[in-house]
């Protein structure tokens, strides 16, 4: 599966637009857009893989880069983004309505390593939005269960009502999908887990000859998330961490989310931790 | 669009020169489209039609010097929904806070044959020193296309796409020569908020940072630098005790050359 | 005429004269011929139309922090030293409209139709083309091109100029990128008291020499302008080490030095301006007062402005040390990963014209005392 990048090579940062044809409400400040390019053409013959992201335009507010978080499978139909409104083009998103058009770019970035990761035991770790981009992955992985062992998403959100796709955890634990969800802050709701991902991973037997990881969300969970994945002693080319940072043209070009020798928006999203490690510990790097 | 519809705007003049009221009068092929969009309710200096407030947006011009003043702005406030303080006497006091620097009893005298009928704070202050300020637009004067370009951003509901980085960056994209490295002079650009597009160093003079500090100005190391560039004893430190002076990042590196220039003058004696 | 003599590598002399009439056929084939000219005491790269355009007589003095005019009274116009101006303002403009977006019911895209211009560049040197190649690099990559600098690149005709009188922030030697321009250049001159020595580069330069009062170059010309390059290595104002640089910035993040200069830099973005192979960019909105036509513009950015690293999750690198170490970690360390050579080409412009007069090469060497302290 190769994805077809949607850019025009001769005008830089030019977009084809796309329809909202749908909202879902997720949270309170995160809704997923479901968008369907207004030409058909193109449609047809978008593409992309698990841990892909866009870049959506608005006009006058500008382009942010959002994750694709809808099943790769169904890209000939309907791509969606699962959007937190926290920026200016973001909030500006959040007003718009079905029927709307964006601009989109994409998609842009290194994918999970689907392919790679097959015949191990995967665990996803994520927090808050970072489930966003791995929800593909998620997909991935229902359509073809029997590629992978045994399958652990532990998933964590400030409180309840910050948690994303409540509705489809039942689907994924019957596709054998062990979720495991905590929260940071309980309220009167919530009989489940609470506390903050990493801490949750001693529950787990790991087999670290055999295992891959998945992970994505704000920083600093990702870091301890890290250190408990090295602790477990899963080698550091089967983490994998998916970073965020100022991405602007999405083709390493415009400078902005370079890491050491990486433009993040080209050679990541997706790492594996051996290629961070040089730079994990280096404040403001 | 019926006026009922468009966002009302109120403009008033605090203590300041009128050259921002001018610039906005002088936004002359947008005036058009301006008052198309926006319902102008009280802007004295463009016409004496007054409506009542609140008013959506509400520019205030100038500082607060006297308390006259400092009680009119809390009414203001009161019924402004966005207050935008526009220009540097707003923003950081103006070249009227130079008088905080000395004794304002004693300038009065100087100035005026009867002081005692005067009524004046002791110091020229920014509006945000007094109410709550939702935007400032710097400059002196300030910046027309900017002006616009945040009643552009405030209709549209977005962020206001104002320059933020040093006047240095506005100098090298306009292919300014550097007034510091070709010529010797002082500049306050290294350390100035741009938006006012570098009129200064493409005028062959040194930037006096009118759109006050760039927010993480390194005042250290532009004092130590500038002031070995003086061509008469102070000029550094004239240049940041101007428009902008009494703006705490410039204030304090003036403070600091002002400490250090006394002391050498001291050693030569 | 010598017309059938001419061939690409032909090394002829031309009277000085004569570049008028260079200059007018470059013009004739349709090129826009720009090149040095003095303005506010200093000396920008603009459009030039005859050797009356060009600085006469005049030369740069330059250290950190400072350039300055020096009148030689000699009969010479390439023996200043640029300013703070690169060339990489034609092909990588400070400013472009990319498209505008108009809201007629739906949003619509206008390209900006404007062709490509063709730029005749006259007095490149040999760093400055070396820095175009590394621009290329970067620009035009095999899995991306951008298309605005492919296409201006691809019309640019370059008069190359071999450097006799480096200045005191020079050290092209170092890396290896001057004085003497090799390759990537239509034509090359080296300027001698009396007339210019001509190396043919490309075969537009060598049909354009045809018609041109030029001679074969005499042994004693080519003599003199070997002389000439051979004593501009001796005097080279600079000199860094580059040995294991990417290791040496790689493995010394947390060095000591980097507090130290993050006290001197100013952050105000001088450097990377200046810098004929920094190639970053944004690009903002700029929209009508309702918001219906937006123009998309792309201008110059830097690693300097705290906003360049800004995102949801924060400021990546909100210390100006940090900046400052990005800034060298990259162009001397990374690049060499991501493009096969380092971003730097000894040309001096950041230490020229840093308003605090830090200088790379000073502080490569402190972080190198550092190290092996």
Same mark, same amino acid.
């Given at each position: ?62 382009? /942010? ?59 996803? /770790? ?102 408990? /994945? ?56 | ?11 008033? *003049? ?62 203001? $406030? ?65 910046? *027309? ?11 549209? *509901? $977005? ?7 040093? #006047? ?12 510091? #490295? ?58 940041? $005790? ?23 003058? *001291?050693?030569?004696? | ?51 009356? !355009? ?121 890396? %290896? ?5 090799? +390759? ?97 960019? !944004? ?11 937006? +123009?998309?513009?792309?201008?110059? !950015? ?45 040309? %001096? ?25």
């Amino acid at each position: 599966m190769t994805p077809t990048a949607t850019t025009h090579p001769e005008r830089l940062l030019e977009p084809d637009w796309a329809e909202i044809t749908a909202i879902t409400p997720e949270t309170e400040d995160i809704s997923t857009f479901w968008l369907r390019f207004e030409a058909p053409a193109i449609q047809e013959h978008y593409r992309f893989q698990p841990g892909q992201f866009n870049m959506l335009y608005l006009p006058g507010y500008g382009e /942010a880069a959002i994750s694709i978080s809808s099943d790769p499978d169904e890209s000939r139909r309907l791509v969606g983004h699962t959007i937190r409104f926290v920026g200016n083009v973001t909030r500006a998103i959040n007003r718009l309505k079905v029927g709307d058009l964006l601009g989109l770019r994409g998609p842009f970035s290194a994918p999970w390593p689907m392919d790679a990761i097959e015949g191990k035991d995967v665990i996803l /770790a994520s927090g808050g939005i970072g489930l966003a981009p791995l929800r593909p992955a998620i997909y991935h992985i229902l359509r073809h269960r029997e590629r992978y062992g045994k399958v652990i998403l532990v998933y964590g959100a400030r409180t309840p009502r910050d948690l994303l796709y409540l509705n489809e955890y039942e689907e994924w634990r019957k596709a054998d999908i062990d979720v495991q969800i905590t929260v940071d802050h309980a309220d009167e709701t919530w009989s489940g887990r609470v506390g903050v991902v990493p801490m949750w991973f001693y529950h787990f037997r790991i087999d670290p000859r055999k295992t891959a990881l998945l992970t994505c969300g704000p920083e600093i969970m990702i870091r301890f998330v890290v250190f408990e /994945a090295l602790a477990r002693r899963i080698p550091t080319d089967y983490i994998y961490v998916s970073l965020e940072r100022n991405m602007k043209c999405g083709q390493g070009a415009c400078g902005h989310c370079q890491l050491g020798p990486y433009f993040i928006c080209k050679d990541g999203l997706v790492f594996p931790f051996s290629a961070l490690e040089p730079y994990f510990n280096v404040e403001e790097y | 669009m019926s006026d009922a519809k468009k966002p009302s705007v109120a403009v008033y *003049k605090f203590s300041s020169c009128d050259g921002c009221q001018l610039s906005l009068l002088n936004l002359e092929d947008e005036l058009l489209d301006l008052a198309g969009a926006l319902d102008i309710a009280y802007f004295l200096e463009a016409t004496r039609a007054v409506k009542p407030g609140p008013y959506d947006i509400t520019l205030v011009e100038g500082s607060v010097t006297t308390p006259h003043e400092a009680e009119r702005i809390r009414q203001i $406030r009161s019924e402004a929904r966005f207050l935008i303080a526009l220009g540097t006497c707003a923003t950081g006091g103006g070249i009227q806070a130079l008088r905080n620097f000395g004794n304002a009893d004693e300038m009065a005298r100087m100035v005026y044959a009867h002081p005692e009928y005067l009524e004046y704070l002791d110091k020229s202050t920014a509006i945000a020193e007094h109410v709550k300020v939702d935007l400032e637009i710097w400059g002196c004067p300030v910046n *027309k296309h900017l002006v616009l370009e945040c009643i552009a951003a405030l209709l549209q *509901k $977005r962020k206001p796409n104002l320059p933020q980085y040093t #006047v240095c960056m506005e100098c090298k994209l306009r292919g300014t020569v550097c007034v510091t #490295v070709a010529q010797g002079m002082p500049c306050l650009g290294p350390a100035s908020q741009a938006g006012c597009g570098a009129i200064c160093p493409a005028n062959g003079r040194g930037c006096y940072g009118c759109f006050g500090p760039a927010g993480y100005a390194n005042m250290e190391s532009l004092s130590e630098r500038m002031h070995t560039l003086d061509r008469f004893p102070g000029e550094t430190a004239l240049l940041l $005790r101007n428009i902008s002076g009494y703006v705490p990042a410039f204030r304090k590196a003036a403070d600091e050359l002002h400490i250090a220039n006394a002391a050498s003058q *001291k050693e030569t004696k | 005429m010598i017309e059938r003599h001419l061939a690409i590598s032909s090394v002829v002399s031309l009277p000085k004269t004569e570049l008028d009439a260079l200059l007018a056929g470059l013009r004739h084939n349709g090129y826009q011929t720009v090149g040095p000219c003095l303005k506010d005491e200093g000396l920008v790269y603009a459009g030039i139309e005859s050797l009356a !355009d060009l600085p006469r007589g005049v030369i740069s003095e330059q250290a950190a922090g400072k350039f300055r005019l020096v009148q030689t009274g000699q009969e010479r116009y390439f023996d200043i030293i640029p300013g703070g101006q690169s060339w990489k303002q034609f092909l990588f403009p400070p400013r472009l409209t990319l498209f505008t977006a108009q809201k007629d019911g739906r949003w619509r895209i206008a390209p900006d139709g404007e062709p490509a211009p063709r730029y005749a560049l006259i007095g490149v040197r040999a760093c400055e083309l070396a820095a175009i190649e590394i621009q290329d690099r970067a620009f035009m990559r095999e899995d991306y091109a951008d298309p605005i600098y492919r296409a201006r690149r691809r019309n640019l005709f370059i008069v190359a100029v071999n450097c006799l009188h480096p200045a005191g922030t020079c050290f092209c030697v170092s890396l %290896g990128s001057g004085p003497r321009a090799e +390759r990537g250049y239509d034509l090359c001159l080296t300027e001698l008291d009396d007339a210019f020595l001509v190396e043919i580069g490309s075969e537009l330069g060598r049909s354009l020499m045809t018609e041109l009062a030029c001679e074969p170059a005499s042994a004693y010309l080519q003599n003199a302008a070997n002389q000439g390059l051979e004593q501009a290595v001796k005097q080279m104002g600079r000199h860094l080490d580059t040995s294991d640089l990417p290791q040496l910035l790689a493995g010394n993040l947390d060095a000591e030095r980097w507090e130290q200069v993050g006290k001197r830099c100013l952050s105000c973005a001088n450097c990377t301006l200046v810098c004929p192979t920094c190639f970053c960019w !944004d690009a903002t909105d700029h929209t009508d007062l309702l918001g219906k036509v937006t +123009r998309r513009e792309r201008v110059w !950015d830097s690693f300097f402005n705290p906003a360049f690293s800004y995102f949801a999750g924060g400021n990546t690198r909100p210390a100006i040390r940090s900046r400052y170490r990005q800034w060298l970690t990259h162009k001397l360390g990374a690049w060499k990963e991501q493009y096969g050579t380092l971003g730097c080409v000894g040309c %001096g412009r950041c230490i020229t014209w840093c308003p605090a007069g830090i200088d790379l090469t000073e502080e490569i060497a402190a972080l190198r005392e550092e190290v092996e302290a």
